[in-house]
């Protein structure tokens, strides 16, 4: 396949560098990114410890460096939307989320919803459905996305659910890498699946090291016996796991021309956002994410 040319901008996520915010901002420049994405949940990038001139600030030195915010992260862990008693809080927080992200230039917030039950007419599917229902007309309502990340269920029975939910403010932050080392979906076809939803991508790489991975022991299921999602936990697993293994760009699964076609092909000249989540030499690896990206510009 000849080499597709890349008109996509560069995007690295700050907290992959597990350095502070703004130490991680002076390092996305410094591998040359053209933008960032930034966890939003807790601590100094939660909603509730940023005043109105905090952000203003904060989005001024983010364009002072060359940066821009390519999308929030808003993922808040557990079982994502599929606990009826959590979802109340873990809704509003969301929208809180998304505030923060327009206020700081971008119209995106990623997140994980949990995995779409194949059962449509189970609790789950409809404690899911009502949840991103709520938040996709919000979203809708601002012009704004909550992409979800693919990885936990294969890209059709994904875009079956998405169809459901009346908009497309709740849409698809496209990670080829959790298809291969998960579920064995291929990301290529993944992209014409769900090429009326990718908002954002992160570009990731990885390798399946199991016959069969149940996506339940990966990211949590509610009723089911596995610890819910946790990144702490992905990093472990994505590092030195029986089942999986990210490795990186180039080295995995990921067939790289054919993807980044794919985008062409669809008409997505939004983000690639390197996530690293291994804990060994997290610059290195994104600096040669970043060059190996930088090869398919013309």
């Given amino acids: 396949m000849t080499k597709p040319i890349m008109p996509n901008k560069i ?3 700050v907290d992959s560098f597990r350095v502070g915010v703004r130490e991680g901002l002076q390092k996305a420049k410094k591998v040359g990114a053209d933008g960032v994405q930034i966890y939003a949940v807790h601590g100094e990038m939660d909603p509730a410890n940023l005043s109105a001139s905090a952000r203003k600030e904060l989005k001024d030195y983010i364009a002072s460096l060359g940066l821009e915010i390519s999308a929030l992260v808003g993922d808040l862990g557990g079982h994502g939307f ?3 008693a959590e979802n109340p809080a873990k809704i ?7 505030e923060l992200a327009l206020d700081l230039g971008t119209n ?3 997140t994980h919803i949990g995995i779409v039950p194949q059962d449509k007419n189970g609790p789950v599917y409809g404690t899911m459905h009502k949840a991103c229902s709520e938040l996709s007309s919000f979203a809708k309502s601002m012009g704004a996305y ?4 693919t990885g936990p269920e294969p890209s059709a029975h994904l875009k079956s659910f998405l169809d459901s939910l009346g908009s497309n ?11 291969v080392m998960v579920t064995g979906d291929d990301p290529v076809q993944g992209v014409y699946t769900l090429k009326d939803y990718i908002v ?3 570009a990731k790489d990885g390798i399946k090291l199991a016959d069969f991975i149940d996506p339940r022991d990966v990211y949590g299921d509610f009723g089911y016996e596995a610890p819910a999602l946790d990144h702490d936990k992905m990093a472990d697993m994505a590092e030195s796991g029986e089942k999986f293994r990210e490795v990186p760009l180039g080295e995995g699964g990921v067939d790289w021309p054919a993807y980044l076609q794919a985008l062409k092909d669809i008409g ?6 390197i996530e690293r989540e291994v804990k060994t030499n997290p610059e290195e690896d994104i600096q040669l994410a970043v060059n190996f990206l930088k090869g398919f510009r013309a």
Wanted: hydrophobic content about 40%; overall charge negative; charged content about 20%.
């Fill in 82 to 84: 599929q606990d009826p």
């Fill in 268 to 273: 997505y000249t939004g983000y690639l956002t």
């Fill in 200 to 202: 954002h991508t992160h």
């Fill in 11 to 13: 995007g690295v996520i």
């Fill in 92 to 98: 509003e927080k969301s929208k809180r989320i998304m």
């Fill in 146 to 149: 909550f992409a979800i990340e």
């Fill in 108 to 110: 995106i917030v990623t």
């Fill in 169 to 179: 403010g709740v849409s698809v932050n496209f990670d080829p890498a959790n298809m």
